[in-house]
């Protein structure tokens, strides 16, 4: 049985200021601190959020990368997510300086929403965000029970 890690869980919301500062979640904080890793963040082409992550997931994806073809899509794919990447750093109030680049891309405007993914976080527009997850939801609905199974899951419900 492997270890358990830690992961950014939950969500919070928050006040994004004039100067474009917000401040990290302390659960969130203390996780990249106990880590002693940085913050990163980048964003992707087809999304309209930030993500954050350590080094450690940065390092993981660019060895990823390393295995691919250097011109398939993939790989150029996450070169681009390199290249777009930023060390953010923290300041003693526990705040971070977003780029205008990253503001108008998740349309931020006066809140910002925290939403854990485990090894990452996610910086969303709070209305964008439950949208989005709505959309989701109603997929899952569609496509039926089946496809909440978690892999190796036995399924209880047949015996």
């Known amino acids: 049985m492997e270890a358990a890690v830690d992961l950014f869980l939950s969500t919070f919301e928050t006040k994004i200021d004039k100067k474009g500062r917000i401040s990290i979640p302390a659960r969130y904080r203390s996780l990249l601190e106990k880590s002693k890793e940085d913050l990163i963040l980048f964003t ?9 992550c350590g080094n450690n997931y940065i390092n993981r994806l660019w060895e990823t990368n390393l295995e691919l073809d250097q011109i398939s899509n993939e790989a150029l794919y ?8 930023v060390h953010v750093k ?25 939403a854990g993914r485990g ?3 996610q910086i969303w527009n709070p209305e964008r965000f439950i949208e989005k997850k709505e959309e989701r939801a109603k997929k899952i609905i569609l496509s039926g029970p ?8 036995k399924n209880y419900s047949n015996e």
């Open 90 to 114: 923290i300041d003693p109030d526990g705040r971070i300086l977003l780029s205008n680049k990253h503001i108008e891309m998740a349309r931020l405007s006066e809140s910002v929403l925290f």
């Open 78 to 85: 996450i070169q681009d997510i390199m290249s777009d990447s």
């Open 146 to 153: 089946q496809s909440l199974m978690l892999k190796n899951q």
């Open 44 to 52: 992707t082409p087809e999304t309209s959020h930030i993500q954050g």
């Open 119 to 121: 090894e990452t976080f």
